[in-house]
């Protein structure tokens, strides 16, 4: 505190007194033991402290300040305060998303915000599903101030949608609100349900008696949760399960699918009846069936052999006609094959047509022909043979005029190479039937009659086309002695050939 001198003259400090004994001077510039005075106008300082030992309010204390034989009495007051346990503050209440039925977890942590230990006299939770599964806070257990505890929660959903009315309550009397809560909050969904199961199609569409005809049913499951088959049941006369993914006691996750394979094997005409698969599960809507239709007809064969094969040749070819099987087998004739022997050359139409042309074939080669017909159901056997018939060749010329060397036979490089151009543009396989060389002989001083040379030349272009590998059958030549100029050296090489 602060003490001003306000009057006039100087006052002089004598002894002092603080009451009770809890209050003491401990600082200050006032001279309270005495024997020093302050001026008109000044002032001094005096620190006090209390040392309480109790709480409640300080009473009958005061300053006594005695100066120049006066004394002024100066009043002191306080309230001691104890410690407070409390308020508290909490951690979050929110629960993780749950499923109907499963438990979550959740620690809540309490700290004491006060200035003295707080001992909780309840821990209460509320809401349906909850309930308090451990943790350090305990009732009658002190909690330090400043200090934390944790309550252990456990929420079991019984149905889905938020959490209602959830509450953590602690309290302890004697502190600052003598209670404390949080809320809780949280939100279930429906627990995985498995099923139920779609399928695809389950129409085996048509088929004849004694013929088996599978068909592969897609099973998806449209549920939350796996199911797991207990057994994949078939009715229906003559149905079967031969296979497929979808099998007993292996799961089929939720919007994941299996596959079922089914055989029929319709005995009688008619529709299938009571066709059915079935797959049985636990849970959900614990079992799903799929419909199963077709129809069985007379049982097919393949088509009789065709009639009347009749063959006309043609230039490497020939043409073929028939007529058409008595019987189709129940089944309509889709197609015929030709067959030609010993060739094996074929060709194929599409009914109705029934005439067709092989090519390929030899030339000169005796070929007869069969004829098979097609249907959905097989292929007949042969027909009888035709007549043999002979594929006709084709026949063409080409020439080229050659130079020899002078009055000899042998051909000069200009001619070899007229020759060796003249085989390049043969086609494959070409035969030639005839050479035919017409020229004249250079005349020299003795000669008269060169007809012996002028074959001589023919032999010699022969034998030059036949070292290039043609084959050669005849041989002509026709000229004689013609006059000095070079052209007399030359001759029309003429060779006709067969492509066969």
């Known amino acids: 505190m602060t003490v001003t001198n306000t009057g006039a003259g100087r006052v002089q400090f004598s002894n002092s007194a603080v009451y009770p004994s809890s209050v003491s001077a401990i600082d200050g510039t006032c001279p309270l033991e005495g024997g020093h005075d302050l001026a008109p106008g000044d002032t001094c300082t005096v620190v006090l402290r209390w ?3 109790q709480a409640g309010a300080l009473s009958e204390a005061g300053l006594r300040i005695q100066y120049s034989g006066l004394y002024q009495e100066i009043v002191l007051t306080g309230t001691a305060v104890g410690p407070v346990p409390g308020p508290l503050s909490f951690s979050s209440g929110a629960f993780a998303g749950t499923v109907v039925g499963s438990t979550t977890p959740l620690t809540v942590t309490v700290t004491n ?3 003295g230990p707080l001992t909780p006299a309840t821990i209460t939770p509320s809401g349906t599903g909850i309930s308090v599964t451990g943790g350090t806070c305990r009732a009658n257990t002190p909690v330090p101030d400043g200090e934390t505890c944790t309550v252990e929660l456990a929420w079991q959903p019984v149905a889905s949608g938020d959490l209602a009315s959830g509450l953590l309550t602690v309290t302890y009397p004697g502190g600052a609100a003598e209670l404390g809560s949080v809320a809780l909050t949280g939100t279930a969904t429906p627990s995985p349900v498995p099923g139920p199961l779609t399928f695809s199609s389950g129409a085996f569409g ?31 006369s003559g149905v079967t399960v031969t296979g497929g993914t979808c099998q007993v006691s292996t799961p089929v996750p939720a919007a994941e699918a299996c596959t079922i394979t089914l055989s029929w094997l319709p005995s009688a005409v008619g529709t299938l009846s009571g066709g059915s698969v079935t797959v049985i599960y636990t849970g959900g809507a614990g079992s799903n069936a799929l419909s199963l239709s077709g129809s069985a007809a007379s049982a097919l064969t393949a088509p009789a052999a065709p009639t009347h094969v009749v063959a006309t040749p043609r230039l490497r070819s020939a043409s073929v006609t028939w007529t058409p099987p008595a019987r189709d087998g129940g089944s309509r004739v889709t197609s015929y094959v030709v067959t030609a022997a ?15 042309t092989v090519t390929g074939l030899t030339a000169g080669v005796r070929t007869t022909f069969t004829v098979r017909a ?14 043999a018939v002979v594929p006709t060749a084709i026949t063409r010329t080409v020439s080229v005029r050659v130079f020899y060397r002078p009055m000899l036979a042998g051909l000069d490089a200009s001619g070899r190479a007229a020759l060796r151009h003249l085989v390049s543009g ?17 005349q020299s001083g003795a000669s008269s009659n060169n007809t012996p040379l002028s074959r001589a030349r023919a032999r010699a272009a022969a034998a030059y086309l036949r ?10 030549a026709t000229g004689g002695v013609g006059g000095s100029t070079a052209a007399a050296r030359s001759a029309l090489v003429v060779v006709r050939y067969q492509v066969r």
């Open 374 to 387: 097609v249907n959905t159901v097989g292929t007949s056997a042969p027909s009888a043979a035709s007549a």
């Open 113 to 115: 915000l006060g200035t």
């Open 51 to 53: 040392t309480p030992t």
């Open 426 to 442: 043969l086609p494959a396989g070409a035969t030639i039937t005839a050479v035919v060389v017409t020229g004249y002989v250079q």
């Open 467 to 476: 070292s290039l590998g043609v084959t050669v059958h005849m041989v002509m």
């Open 206 to 236: 048509s088929t004849v008696v004694g013929t088996p005809v599978s068909r592969t049913v897609t099973v998806t499951n449209t549920g939350t949760a796996a199911v797991t088959p207990s057994a994949i049941t078939a009715e229906g």
């Open 342 to 356: 010993p060739s094996g050359r074929t060709c194929r139409v599409a009914a109705p047509a029934h005439s067709c």
